[in-house]
């Protein structure tokens, strides 16, 4: 069986927010259809790593069968 690697954060891109004073972002993640998901989020959210940008993620469950 080949070993698969999840990962906690997710790439994705970063757009203005809805508030006025700023303090929110829009990020755009693309799902496993690849159709693309958007997420208000506080600016602090989001991890930088060499020009781009990560959502943190959590895993409630991983479902292997039918993978």
């Known amino acids: ?4 690697t999840y990962y906690q954060e997710i ?10 004073d700023g303090s929110d972002i829009t990020v755009c993640v ?3 259809h ?8 506080t600016r602090g959210l989001i991890n930088v790593e060499g020009g781009t940008s ?11 069968e039918g993978r």
């Open 34 to 41: 690849g159709a693309e998901q958007y997420l208000h989020v």
């Open 11 to 20: 790439r994705c891109e970063v757009s203005e927010g809805i508030r006025e």
């Open 54 to 64: 990560y959502l943190p993620v959590g895993f409630v469950r991983i479902e292997r």
């Open 1 to 4: 069986m080949t070993e698969t």
């Open 30 to 32: 693309v799902d496993e």
